[in-house]
Protein backbone atom coordinates (compact mmCIF):
# COMPACT_ATOMS: atom_id res chain seq x y z
CA UNK A 1 0.00 0.00 0.00
CA UNK A 2 1.37 3.48 -0.78
CA UNK A 3 2.11 6.17 0.92
CA UNK A 4 1.00 9.68 1.46
CA UNK A 5 4.18 10.72 -0.51
CA UNK A 6 3.15 8.17 -3.06
CA UNK A 7 6.56 6.10 -2.24
CA UNK A 8 6.49 2.28 -1.99
CA UNK A 9 8.90 2.67 0.99
CA UNK A 10 7.05 3.59 4.19
CA UNK A 11 7.44 6.83 5.71
CA UNK A 12 10.42 7.10 8.61
CA UNK A 13 8.92 7.79 11.72
CA UNK A 14 11.41 7.67 14.59
CA UNK A 15 15.06 8.64 14.58
CA UNK A 16 18.02 6.74 15.49
CA UNK A 17 19.82 9.77 17.60
CA UNK A 18 19.43 9.20 21.30
CA UNK A 19 18.60 12.19 23.41
CA UNK A 20 21.33 12.04 25.73
CA UNK A 21 23.82 11.67 22.41
CA UNK A 22 22.00 15.41 20.73
CA UNK A 23 21.72 16.55 24.89
CA UNK A 24 25.47 15.94 25.21
CA UNK A 25 26.82 17.59 21.75
CA UNK A 26 29.38 20.62 21.76
CA UNK A 27 26.60 22.54 19.96
CA UNK A 28 24.23 22.44 22.14
CA UNK A 29 26.39 23.63 25.42
CA UNK A 30 27.47 26.38 23.04
CA UNK A 31 24.00 27.59 22.72
CA UNK A 32 22.92 27.05 26.79
CA UNK A 33 26.37 28.90 27.34
CA UNK A 34 26.32 31.52 24.84
CA UNK A 35 25.33 34.78 26.90
CA UNK A 36 27.64 33.48 30.02
CA UNK A 37 31.29 34.04 30.65
CA UNK A 38 33.63 31.53 30.12
CA UNK A 39 34.03 28.40 32.39
CA UNK A 40 37.89 28.58 33.23
CA UNK A 41 38.57 25.09 33.89
CA UNK A 42 36.12 24.00 30.36
CA UNK A 43 33.75 21.01 29.92
CA UNK A 44 34.42 17.59 30.49
CA UNK A 45 36.15 15.98 27.66
CA UNK A 46 35.37 12.16 28.09
CA UNK A 47 32.70 12.19 30.84
CA UNK A 48 30.43 14.23 29.31
CA UNK A 49 27.30 13.24 31.22
CA UNK A 50 29.20 16.13 34.09
CA UNK A 51 28.32 18.60 31.58
CA UNK A 52 24.44 18.46 32.85
CA UNK A 53 24.38 18.52 36.26
CA UNK A 54 25.77 18.84 39.70
CA UNK A 55 28.63 16.34 40.14
CA UNK A 56 30.99 17.48 42.12
CA UNK A 57 33.76 16.42 40.23
CA UNK A 58 32.61 12.36 40.24
CA UNK A 59 33.03 10.54 37.59
CA UNK A 60 32.93 6.99 36.31
CA UNK A 61 36.13 4.33 37.72
CA UNK A 62 36.89 1.20 36.52
CA UNK A 63 38.41 -1.66 38.37
CA UNK A 64 38.21 -5.30 39.07
CA UNK A 65 36.32 -7.55 41.00
CA UNK A 66 37.74 -10.40 42.90
CA UNK A 67 36.71 -13.58 44.06
CA UNK A 68 37.17 -15.03 47.27
CA UNK A 69 37.93 -18.81 46.46
CA UNK A 70 40.03 -18.38 43.18
CA UNK A 71 40.91 -15.01 43.36
CA UNK A 72 39.54 -14.47 39.79
CA UNK A 73 39.16 -10.90 38.45
CA UNK A 74 36.40 -9.85 36.40
CA UNK A 75 36.06 -5.98 35.02
CA UNK A 76 33.42 -3.93 36.36
CA UNK A 77 33.12 -0.18 36.08
CA UNK A 78 31.76 2.11 39.15
CA UNK A 79 29.06 4.89 37.93
CA UNK A 80 28.90 8.48 40.19
CA UNK A 81 25.65 7.86 42.60
CA UNK A 82 23.16 10.27 40.71
CA UNK A 83 20.20 11.76 41.99
CA UNK A 84 17.03 13.94 40.25
CA UNK A 85 16.55 16.71 43.23
CA UNK A 86 14.38 19.89 42.78
CA UNK A 87 16.11 21.52 45.36
CA UNK A 88 15.08 25.62 46.07
CA UNK A 89 17.02 28.64 45.61
CA UNK A 90 16.10 31.57 47.38
CA UNK A 91 17.88 33.99 45.14
CA UNK A 92 15.22 32.59 42.05
CA UNK A 93 12.03 32.37 44.35
CA UNK A 94 11.34 28.97 43.05
CA UNK A 95 12.50 24.86 43.02
CA UNK A 96 15.24 23.69 40.40
CA UNK A 97 15.47 20.37 38.87
CA UNK A 98 18.73 19.44 38.94
CA UNK A 99 20.93 16.13 38.39
CA UNK A 100 23.08 15.68 41.52
CA UNK A 101 25.16 13.39 42.78
CA UNK A 102 24.72 11.90 46.56
CA UNK A 103 28.48 13.73 47.46
CA UNK A 104 27.43 16.99 46.36
CA UNK A 105 23.99 16.47 47.92
CA UNK A 106 25.87 16.08 51.39
CA UNK A 107 27.65 19.05 50.64
CA UNK A 108 24.33 21.55 49.63
CA UNK A 109 23.04 20.49 52.67
CA UNK A 110 26.41 21.05 54.77
CA UNK A 111 26.86 24.81 53.16
CA UNK A 112 22.98 25.38 54.13
CA UNK A 113 21.37 25.49 50.43
CA UNK A 114 21.83 25.10 46.97
CA UNK A 115 23.01 29.25 46.41
CA UNK A 116 25.29 28.97 48.92
CA UNK A 117 27.09 25.98 46.73
CA UNK A 118 26.97 27.66 44.06
CA UNK A 119 28.44 31.45 44.96
CA UNK A 120 31.33 29.27 46.56
CA UNK A 121 34.33 31.30 46.06
CA UNK A 122 37.37 28.59 46.31
CA UNK A 123 38.89 27.28 43.20
CA UNK A 124 38.21 23.47 44.36
CA UNK A 125 34.05 24.54 44.48
CA UNK A 126 34.51 25.86 40.68
CA UNK A 127 36.22 23.67 39.64
CA UNK A 128 33.21 20.44 40.50
CA UNK A 129 30.73 23.10 39.92
CA UNK A 130 30.92 21.85 36.23
CA UNK A 131 29.66 23.24 32.78
CA UNK A 132 25.61 23.73 34.65
CA UNK A 133 27.00 24.75 38.26
CA UNK A 134 28.82 27.74 36.23
CA UNK A 135 25.66 28.41 34.26
CA UNK A 136 23.58 28.29 37.64
CA UNK A 137 26.06 30.25 39.56
CA UNK A 138 25.75 32.94 36.64
CA UNK A 139 22.03 33.05 36.80
CA UNK A 140 21.77 33.47 40.38
CA UNK A 141 24.42 35.95 40.40
CA UNK A 142 21.96 38.20 37.83
CA UNK A 143 19.27 38.55 40.79
CA UNK A 144 18.68 41.80 42.67
CA UNK A 145 19.31 39.09 46.05
CA UNK A 146 22.58 38.19 45.46
CA UNK A 147 23.86 41.97 44.14
CA UNK A 148 22.30 43.62 47.32
CA UNK A 149 24.29 40.95 48.76
CA UNK A 150 27.53 42.00 46.58
CA UNK A 151 27.00 45.43 47.80
CA UNK A 152 26.67 45.27 51.58
CA UNK A 153 29.61 43.16 51.91
CA UNK A 154 31.32 46.10 49.94
CA UNK A 155 29.77 47.98 52.41
CA UNK A 156 31.15 46.13 55.65
CA UNK A 157 34.68 45.88 53.95
CA UNK A 158 35.17 49.54 53.37
CA UNK A 159 34.41 49.91 49.64
CA UNK A 160 31.93 51.88 47.10
CA UNK A 161 28.95 50.08 46.61
CA UNK A 162 28.66 49.26 43.15
CA UNK A 163 25.44 49.22 41.46
CA UNK A 164 24.02 47.38 38.28
CA UNK A 165 24.02 43.51 37.83
CA UNK A 166 27.02 41.71 38.74
CA UNK A 167 28.70 40.03 35.72
CA UNK A 168 31.32 37.08 36.34
CA UNK A 169 34.85 37.27 34.72
CA UNK A 170 37.09 34.05 33.84
CA UNK A 171 38.45 34.30 37.15
CA UNK A 172 35.08 34.17 38.94
CA UNK A 173 35.50 37.80 40.39
CA UNK A 174 33.60 40.97 38.99
CA UNK A 175 33.71 42.66 35.64
CA UNK A 176 32.32 45.69 36.80
CA UNK A 177 34.97 46.17 39.68
CA UNK A 178 38.21 45.33 37.08
CA UNK A 179 36.16 48.31 34.34
CA UNK A 180 36.37 50.60 37.46
CA UNK A 181 39.93 50.56 38.26
CA UNK A 182 40.64 50.77 34.43
CA UNK A 183 38.44 54.16 34.43
CA UNK A 184 39.94 55.18 37.47
CA UNK A 185 43.46 54.98 36.08
CA UNK A 186 42.33 56.22 32.83
CA UNK A 187 40.82 59.71 34.53
CA UNK A 188 44.49 59.98 36.56
CA UNK A 189 46.30 60.11 33.54
CA UNK A 190 44.24 62.76 32.10
CA UNK A 191 44.50 65.18 34.80
CA UNK A 192 46.69 68.13 34.81
CA UNK A 193 48.96 69.08 38.09
CA UNK A 194 45.89 71.66 38.89
CA UNK A 195 43.71 68.80 39.00
CA UNK A 196 41.97 69.86 36.12
CA UNK A 197 40.92 67.55 33.06
CA UNK A 198 43.05 67.76 29.99
CA UNK A 199 42.27 68.28 26.31
CA UNK A 200 44.12 65.79 23.89
CA UNK A 201 45.87 68.93 22.81
CA UNK A 202 46.74 70.48 26.18
CA UNK A 203 47.94 66.69 26.72
CA UNK A 204 49.98 66.92 23.91
CA UNK A 205 51.86 70.01 24.78
CA UNK A 206 52.84 68.59 28.40
CA UNK A 207 54.06 65.56 26.84
CA UNK A 208 56.57 67.55 24.53
CA UNK A 209 56.94 70.32 27.31
CA UNK A 210 57.99 67.45 29.79
CA UNK A 211 60.26 66.27 26.88
CA UNK A 212 62.21 69.05 26.35
CA UNK A 213 62.82 69.34 30.01
CA UNK A 214 64.27 65.73 30.51
CA UNK A 215 66.88 66.43 27.31
CA UNK A 216 67.74 69.34 29.25
CA UNK A 217 68.55 67.69 32.42
CA UNK A 218 70.74 65.10 30.66
CA UNK A 219 72.54 67.75 28.76
CA UNK A 220 72.89 69.58 32.12
CA UNK A 221 74.01 66.05 33.66
CA UNK A 222 76.42 65.59 30.90
CA UNK A 223 78.25 68.76 31.31
CA UNK A 224 78.71 68.06 35.24
CA UNK A 225 79.77 65.15 34.40
CA UNK A 226 83.48 66.72 32.44
CA UNK A 227 86.58 66.50 34.25
CA UNK A 228 87.89 70.45 34.54
CA UNK A 229 91.22 69.57 33.64
CA UNK A 230 89.77 67.83 29.99
CA UNK A 231 87.49 71.03 29.97
CA UNK A 232 90.73 73.35 29.81
CA UNK A 233 92.23 70.89 27.19
CA UNK A 234 89.45 70.98 25.33
CA UNK A 235 89.28 74.73 25.33
CA UNK A 236 93.07 74.86 24.00
CA UNK A 237 92.61 72.55 21.38
CA UNK A 238 89.73 74.66 20.12
CA UNK A 239 91.54 77.79 19.97
CA UNK A 240 95.12 76.31 18.33
CA UNK A 241 92.51 75.26 15.73
CA UNK A 242 90.97 78.91 15.12
CA UNK A 243 94.09 79.97 14.76
CA UNK A 244 94.96 77.27 12.05
CA UNK A 245 91.80 77.92 10.51
CA UNK A 246 92.17 81.59 10.33
CA UNK A 247 93.38 83.09 6.49
CA UNK A 248 96.17 84.71 6.44
CA UNK A 249 96.62 88.52 5.88
CA UNK A 250 99.15 89.89 2.81
Known amino acids: MNNLHGSLTPARLFSSTTSHFARGSRSTLERLHRDVPEYPYGPALWYKKANFGL ?28 HNKQLWSASLGRFLRVKITAR ?12 EYLL ?45 AVRVGKEGGSVEKEAEEAEEMEEEERRGP ?20 LDDREAAADRDDVDPDEAVDAEGERKDHSKRTQPLSL
Not at 57 to 75: A, D, M, P, W, Y
Not at 104 to 115: C, E, N, Q, W
Not at 194 to 213: N, S
Open 104 to 115: ALRTVDKVGGLD
Open 194 to 213: DGRFLTAKELRQEIEGLDRE
Open 120 to 164: GEKPARLKELGMSGWLLRWRIMQTEVVRERFRAERVRLGLSPANG
Open 55 to 82: YGGSHIQFGNTVSEKFELKNRRRWKPNV
